[in-house]
């Protein structure tokens, strides 16, 4: 049952702060304070640190839409590129063949992940970043932390690769390979922003395009293809490749065989009546 927003007297209130960031924007605070004792100046790292947990703190509640077959945003931010390309080998795709939708994500975006498609979590891996990378400035550059996941629902899989800077406890992941998933859950943190490369099915719709602002767990990116196209459900009414479903001619209409009439059709007798004839005909047995 959906929420009823007029009863709430600010329905725009619907995020908040991670405790132990606030509880890291306060230590960052405290040595700015202890650091200003020794040099004015020294005060403003500490409050320049102090800004950046809090921004890494930042998440919200999102509602995702109750569309089947749905592919929504997995993060906050803004669509870099569409293209045709194969997927990773450590997305484990038995699809290569994809549709790739890179979306950047600035520091200040909220921090959660969300589930792409409904369905369940079949591949993840993690790699470490390096503490010498503090920022993603390029997708791809050495020394990022990625994680590779991949979701499938019904045969139909979904990739998203995650990328940000190797400094720090970036990336926080709080699922595991098995777990069922409902479309928009969140599966993980990833704080001040990076990249993420989102693989879905080359025959997907898609309604995103470059330049587009995305909102994690509500926009939708696409639709996977759902059920069986027309070729499929006509091969399946055939019973194999190529044959013709019973009754249908080559032309494509329906042959009209000549059927008995119901009271010309061969019905097996009643039982009862075959047992009164079979009684009648042991009463006019002679004997010996």
Same mark, same amino acid.
């Given at each position: 049952?959906?929420?009823?927003?007029? +009863?709430?007297?600010?329905?725009?209130?619907?995020?908040?702060?991670?405790?132990?960031?606030?509880?890291?924007?306060?230590?960052?605070?405290?040595?700015? @304070?202890? @650091?200003?004792?020794?040099?004015?100046?020294? =005060? *403003?790292?500490?409050?320049?640190?102090? $800004?950046?947990?809090?921004?890494?703190?930042? *998440?919200?509640?999102?509602?995702?839409?109750?569309?089947?077959?749905?592919?929504?945003?997995?993060?906050? /931010?803004?669509?870099?590129?569409?293209?045709?390309?194969?997927?990773?080998?450590?997305?484990?795709?038995?699809?290569?063949?994809?549709?790739?939708?890179?979306?950047?994500?600035?520091?200040?975006?909220?921090?959660?992940?969300?589930?792409?498609?409904?369905?369940?979590?079949?591949?993840?891996?993690?790699?470490?970043?390096?503490?010498?990378?503090? =920022?993603?400035? +390029?997708?791809?550059?050495?020394?990022?932390?990625?994680?590779?996941?991949? =979701?499938?629902?019904?045969?139909?899989?979904?990739?998203?690769?995650?990328?940000?800077?190797?400094?720090?406890?970036?990336?926080?992941?709080?699922?595991?390979?098995?777990?069922?998933?409902?479309?928009?859950?969140?599966? &993980?943190?990833?704080?001040? /922003? &990076?990249?993420?490369?989102?693989?879905?099915?080359?025959?997907?719709?898609?309604? $995103?395009?470059?330049?587009?602002?995305?909102?994690?767990?509500?926009?939708? @990116?696409?639709?996977?293809?759902?059920?069986?196209?027309?070729?499929?459900? =006509?091969?399946?009414?055939?019973?194999?490749? /190529?044959?013709?479903?019973?009754?249908?001619?080559?032309?494509?209409?329906?042959?009209?065989?000549?059927?008995?009439?119901?009271?010309?059709?061969?019905?097996?007798?009643?039982?009862?009546?075959?047992?009164?004839?079979?009684?009648?005909?042991?009463?006019?047995?002679?004997?010996?």
């Amino acid at each position: 049952m959906t929420e009823d927003l007029e +009863r709430k007297t600010t329905p725009w209130l619907t995020g908040g702060l991670d405790w132990e960031g606030v509880a890291a924007a306060l230590a960052c605070l405290l040595v700015g @304070l202890l @650091l200003s004792w020794v040099w004015d100046p020294l =005060f *403003w790292v500490g409050f320049a640190a102090m $800004i950046a947990a809090l921004m890494a703190a930042r *998440w919200s509640n999102r509602v995702a839409p109750d569309l089947a077959n749905g592919i929504v945003a997995p993060c906050d /931010g803004v669509v870099v590129s569409v293209t045709r390309t194969d997927a990773p080998g450590e997305m484990r795709m038995t699809d290569l063949a994809t549709t790739r939708i890179r979306i950047s994500s600035s520091p200040a975006a909220t921090n959660r992940l969300y589930a792409p498609i409904a369905g369940s979590l079949e591949s993840l891996i993690t790699e470490d970043g390096e503490h010498s990378v503090p =920022f993603a400035m +390029r997708p791809d550059a050495d020394g990022l932390a990625v994680s590779y996941l991949l =979701f499938e629902s019904r045969a139909q899989q979904v990739g998203v690769r995650i990328a940000t800077g190797g400094l720090g406890p970036r990336q926080e992941l709080e699922a595991e390979t098995g777990d069922i998933m409902r479309l928009g859950r969140v599966f &993980g943190k990833r704080r001040l /922003g &990076g990249w993420c490369d989102i693989y879905v099915p080359a025959n997907a719709g898609q309604l $995103i395009w470059p330049g587009q602002t995305l909102v994690g767990g509500e926009t939708v @990116l696409g639709r996977l293809k759902s059920g069986m196209d027309e070729e499929d459900a =006509f091969e399946s009414m055939s019973g194999e490749a /190529g044959e013709l479903p019973l009754g249908v001619t080559d032309d494509g209409e329906v042959e009209e065989d000549d059927y008995p009439e119901p009271d010309e059709a061969d019905t097996p007798d009643d039982p009862a009546v075959m047992l009164a004839r079979l009684k009648e005909a042991t009463k006019n047995k002679p004997e010996d």
